[in-house]
Structure formats: C-alpha cells, structure tokens
C-alpha cells in the first residue's frame, strides 16, 4: 500500500516592489494562517518578483518553491543561478493587456490618429487616406496564452493571426495557420504587423535581426515579449530600408534604456516603459494562492519553469 506524504509545512517570505499589497491581499484570503517570515534563512517559499529575487538566491538556503510575480522569469535562468527549487511564474492574466496594446496603437497607426492631435493643435483641417484593418494579415510569435488571447481579440476586428511556435503545430483554433520557427522567414514575407511574445531563450535572442527582417515589407513591429529578441543593429536597417514602417518596442535588455540611446529619437520607432502588460497584484495572488494549496498537499503547480527550456 503506497503511503501518504505529510503535508508540506510552509514558510513564506515576500520579495516584492508591492509587498505591502500582497501582504494585505494575504490578511484577506484563504492563506491568512500562512506564516510569514522576514528571514530569508528560513523561508521555504517565496512570492517574488524575478530580478529581486535573483540578486538574493543564495540567501534562501531551505528554498523549495518561488512563485514569480511576472510572466518573464529569465533574471533567474541565468546560468550562473542556483535552480534547485521549483519556479512558476504567471500565466493567463497578460493577454487582454497586450491585446489592448498592439490593437490600440495599430489602429492609430493605420487610422492616422497621432497625426489628427497634432493638426488640430494648428487648426488644420486636412483628411487623410487611411487603411482598414480587414484582412490584414498579424504574424504572432509564440502561440501561448498571450499569442492566442492576441489572435482571439485581433480577429474579432478582421486581422488574419497567423502563429510562429517551434513545432509549427498549435492546439488554439484562434490562428488560421501556424508556422514552425524554420520557417519564419515565410511568415515575415506576409506580415502587415509583427508581434513578438516569445520568452528570452538561446534560440530566441537575436531572433529578429537583419536577415529575417529583410523579408518584411512596410511591416509594424511590437516587442512586448523579451528585449534580447530584437537585434539593435539589424532593426535600424530594417527601419531604414522600409521593411519595418514602425516599430513599437516595450521591452529591451536592460530597462531602463540609456537617455543617449538612438530609440528615444528615431522617428520610426515607439518607446515604451515595460507598460504592455504589468502584473496586477491581485491576480498574481489569486495564481500564488491555488498553487500554494497545490504546494501545501504535494500536488503538481501550475505554470511550472523549465529550467533547461528557459520558460
């Protein structure tokens, strides 16, 4: 007869900007009796934020389980990082956000928006030929649940998603075609607008540089995935030659970008300060708290990191 494992016996410490939040919405919830703990020493799990906790590993020496209060966890895949615990981040939570993000600005772009604010402010009245969005056709990189609430939203407006994973092969039927990442080049060549989701792997970085953007065409680009996927040098180009009319990054390797840096000036290309998609404190904990009673009775978690796959 298999025996049964005791219940875990938890000892949270919260490593968080918004600490204080989470320590009420914790006073508040089903978890009220978990303990809390200020001493890392002694802490078993830990509800974090990635590039907190990363400069503080060593500190947690009975660390079994860290929930992430970010959807992107590659401040703790560095190679030099302990992963002896188990990691999960947050998922489900960021694609309304995102959706919001590229279908707002794309539509503005396409509809002149920007341009009507600056001309009223001259009291000029001056219509321009715009652009409908119907059939235009939005290449998603990554088809996880960010890439399929994007594909959902966007073709509610008439946008064809179209997918790039690594396999090629995608279970949501919310993309009309799936390519795998071989074939990227094929999906760019189609491209009215270029969305990347992918998290921050070996095979991903660099991914979007000069070879691969040379087959778009007047395409919009949004970065609201990992910096280190956009090649700096290979973009300018890209922006240069016209293969990218615009370029919406909010996400870059090191945030925030150097005030000198050439994105803050370059006409073609929109800045923003890693706002696509923020983690509201209460739907983190709403994820912390169905994965702690998983904890607590020696279940799977869920939304577990692959420490070798990187995400």
């Known amino acids: 007869m298999a025996s049964i494992l005791p219940q875990r016996q938890p000892l949270l410490y919260i490593a968080s900007k918004q600490a204080k939040i989470y320590r009420q919405l914790l006073q508040h919830s089903n978890l009220q009796s978990l303990p809390l703990t200020e001493d890392k020493t002694q802490a078993t799990i830990v509800l974090a934020d990635p590039p907190i906790l990363a400069t503080q590993l060593q500190d947690f020496p009975k660390l079994e389980w860290a929930q992430s209060t970010f959807a992107g966890i590659d401040a703790l895949t560095e190679p030099s990082l302990r992963k002896d615990y188990q990691l999960t981040n947050v998922k489900g939570i960021f694609g309304q956000l995102i959706s919001e993000y590229v279908l707002g600005y794309s539509l503005s772009y396409f509809r002149h928006f920007q341009q009507y604010q600056q001309q009223q402010q001259q009291s000029l009245w001056q219509p321009h030929t715009y652009q409908s969005v119907m059939g235009k056709k939005m290449i998603i990189l990554g088809t996880g649940s960010i890439g399929a609430k994007l594909a959902q939203t966007a073709s509610v407006l008439g946008f ?89 990054l909010d996400v870059f390797p090191i945030e925030p970008i150097a005030k000198d840096h050439p994105y803050w000036q370059h006409s073609k290309v929109t800045v923003t300060p890693h706002i696509a998609a923020i983690s509201f404190p209460e739907q983190v904990f709403e994820i912390f708290e169905q994965n702690c009673q998983q904890w607590i009775n020696r279940q799977p978690l869920f939304n577990e990191v692959n420490f070798t796959r990187g995400y």
């Not at 949501?172 to 060549?189: G, M, N, P």
């Open 160 to 248: 064809i998603p179209i997918g790039v994973n690594r396999r090629g092969i995608t279970t949501e039927s919310t993309f009309q075609y799936c390519y795998a990442i071989e074939k990227l080049d094929e999906a760019l060549s189609q491209a009215d607008i270029i969305v990347n989701t992918l998290p921050s792997t070996e095979q991903t970085r660099n991914l979007l540089n000069e070879s691969h953007l040379s087959y778009c065409r007047e395409a919009l680009l949004f970065n609201v995935g990992r910096g280190d996927t956009i090649d700096d040098e290979g973009l300018f180009i890209a922006l240069k030659n016209n293969w990218i009319a615009q370029a919406y």
